[in-house]
Structures are given as structure tokens and as C-alpha cells.
């Protein structure tokens, strides 16, 4: 079976890619100028990464006071989204719908150019934002509507992982498409699972797994607490279940974090919440409920209120241990 064989109607695990150095550099040198849209800290690890395999990176920002970061990193910043339309693939990591809208249509009222209409017959927007299925549609027909192609490319992971090109890539979209994308993928995470030809499957995707970590943390959030309000060192019991029954990532992960009350700034609330929106609008449309998420969802809206909007996902068990009565104080000291 090949790297990145699509298996119907969902792939199952793809080799590992190769290592720093040797991930698909080569191959990067046919894909010409890359254009990048979304320079936030998991954008601009990733476009570091491409800009250190060789490649020129035309990185788009709308505030002129970030140019010199993005130069630090080996990137041509602009703040002239005409720079990327020569590109024949533009890629985009934004926060939300709304967001990667406009990069898509364009806002006339602030003469900011779309890309359907500047980019040429045949270009590629790739879009690696986590985003509704509605809106991957929407953007896919407009691409089309103007010749060019949309490939849908979702990832888990965090800033961290981005840096050390360890992100999990779901990719959707024409074959040919994300073929032409796939040494770009090789190069920014270590796995790619390609899920079919409709770019809304990748978003549905993400944000399913997304709802699977965030009730995970939930859960150690809860159980956490009740072990610290029965006087004993959460440590020593993150590391008996991950050690056994629950040694996936998340838990491992997340579980030593919330063993350590650290809630760092990461994936903020308020992001983590438009997902879970999101995903619970995805099972209304399919006829199900979903009520785990349902209590993440107040969990979040609850966290937000009391100021920890700024906190990673991680804060739900600070939310957990104040609901218990336990009143942690968060550590907001990066690891």
C-alpha cells in the first residue's frame, strides 16, 4: 500500500512520513512560489517549516508591525494579498469561518481582494483551517466556479508539534489536487489520511475528533477532582491510567498537565467553543445527539465567563476543581 492510499470511506493509519531534512524537499522544489494566509502560532511554525526546506514563502498579514517576526523566519511578508495570486498553491490556516470567507470572496468595503477571483486557472487553495462543512463546500464550489482547485487539510495538533513538522493531517479533495499538495503535507506533519473527494469529509472529520478530545478532557477534569478533594496527589493516578487502560495521546498529553494544574495558552476557549458549536450543528443535521459535548459546551461558555478565555482547553479541569469547590489557581507559566 502507498503513503497516502485513500481507504473508503475513511483511511486508515498511513505510514509514518520521513524525517526533518529528507520530508519531501525534493519533491517541494516542482510546487514554485507558496502562499500563506494565517500567520498566528500555528501558521507561522508551519510556514517556517516550508521556508526551511528551500521553498519561498509569500506569507500575507494585514498589519504592517508583524512584518519583521514573519522575516525572522525566513519568510517574504506582505501586506499586499495581490503578492499571493501568482502562486499556484496558497495555503490557509485561520481561525473560523468568517475568516477564511473573506480571504475567499474578498471584502470590497475594505479593498481586500478574494482569492477566487485573483488566482490563476488551476491554483490550489489549500485550506488547513478547522472549519463547518458548509463552509468547505461553499469555498469548494467557488474554486471550482473559477477553474482552480480546494483542498481541505485539517490537523491535530498543537504549536509545539507544528514546529517539530509532527501534526496529523486529514486531507480531502479531487485526487489530483492532493497529489500536487502531498509533498507540502509531507513536510509539515508526520501522517497524512486522505478521507476522499469531498473536502467537507476532512472538516467533518477534525472536528469529530476534536469533540473525542475535548470530552477526554473533560473527564480527567472531573475524575482529577475528585481525587485532589479525597487529599491525594493526582499525579501517581494520571499515571496508573495512562500507564494501563488509557494510554492514548490526549490522555497522556493532557493528563500530566491537569495532574500539574498548569492551563498554559494554547488552544484558547473561545476557539475550542466554536468547534464544539460546530460539531453539535453537524449532529443536529444528521439527527444526533450528542450530550457529552452538550456539557462541554456549558463547561467552556462557563470558563469564558469567569475570565479564562485566554487559558488552553486543558482549563476545563480548572473548571472541574472550582465546581468542586476546590478553587485551583491557574498556572499560566509556559511548560
Known amino acids: 500500500m502507498s503513503k497516502h492510499q485513500p481507504i473508503s470511506p475513511i483511511a486508515i493509519a498511513t505510514a509514518p512520513g520521513n524525517l526533518p531534512g529528507r520530508r519531501g524537499d525534493a ?14 502560532h500555528m501558521g507561522a511554525a508551519m510556514a517556517a517549516n516550508l521556508a526551511a526546506s528551500g521553498r519561498r514563502v509569500i506569507a500575507y498579514v494585514r498589519r504592517p508591525d508583524q512584518i519583521g517576526r514573519l522575516e525572522a523566519l525566513g519568510l517574504r511578508p506582505t501586506t ?11 495555503i490557509s490556516m485561520l481561525p473560523d469561518d468568517d475568516a477564511v470567507r473573506e480571504i475567499v470572496f474578498g471584502r470590497r468595503d475594505i479593498g481586500l481582494d478574494g482569492l477566487a477571483a485573483g488566482l ?18 461553499l469555498l469548494a464550489s467557488e474554486h471550482a466556479r473559477n477553474g482552480q482547485g480546494y483542498v481541505a487539510a485539517p490537523v491535530f495538533g498543537n504549536p509545539d508539534a507544528a514546529r517539530m513538522r509532527q501534526l ?27 478521507v476522499g473527494a469531498d473536502p467537507q469529509d476532512a472538516n467533518l472529520v477534525k472536528l ?6 475535548a470530552t477526554a478532557l473533560e473527564m480527567l477534569g472531573e475524575v482529577v477532582a475528585v481525587v485532589r478533594k479525597r487529599g491525594l ?6 499515571n496508573i491510567m495512562t500507564g494501563t487502560m488509557f494510554g492514548g495521546r490526549a490522555h497522556k498529553i493532557y493528563g500530566d498537565k491537569i495532574a500539574r494544574q498548569t492551563y498554559a495558552a494554547g488552544f484558547a ?13 453537524e449532529a443536529e443535521k444528521a439527527g444526533v445527539p450528542m450530550p457529552s459535548v452538550g456539557v ?17 482547553w486543558t482549563a476545563l479541569a480548572l473548571i472541574a476543581a472550582e465546581e468542586a469547590g476546590l478553587y485551583a489557581v491557574p498556572s499560566v507559566t509556559p511548560d
Do not use: W
Not at 490563476?120 to 463546500?137: D, E, K, Q, V, W
Not at 496527589?233 to 494520571?238: E, M, T
Open 27 to 40: 519533491a517541494l522544489s516542482c510546487v514554485g512560489e507558496i502562499g500563506f494566509v494565517g500567520l498566528g
Open 269 to 281: 476557549l473561545p476557539l475550542v467553543l466554536k468547534d464544539v458549536r460546530l460539531a453539535l450543528a
Open 208 to 213: 469529530l475528533g476534536n469533540m473525542m478530545s
Open 80 to 90: 499586499d494579498i495581490g503578492d499571493l495570486l501568482d502562486c499556484k498553491i496558497v
Open 296 to 312: 462541554v459546551r456549558d463547561r467552556l461558555i462557563t470558563g469564558i465567563a469567569r475570565g479564562y478565555g485566554d487559558l488552553d
Open 233 to 238: 496527589d493526582p499525579q501517581p493516578f494520571v
Open 168 to 194: 496529523f493531517i486529514i486531507a480531502a479533495g479531487r485526487s489530483a489536487d492532493v497529489v500536487r499538495c502531498q509533498p507540502i503535507l509531507d513536510n509539515l506533519g508526520q501522517r497524512t489520511f486522505v
Open 120 to 137: 490563476m486557472p488551476g491554483a490550489i487553495h489549500l485550506s488547513m483551517s478547522t472549519i463547518s462543512t458548509a463552509a468547505a463546500s
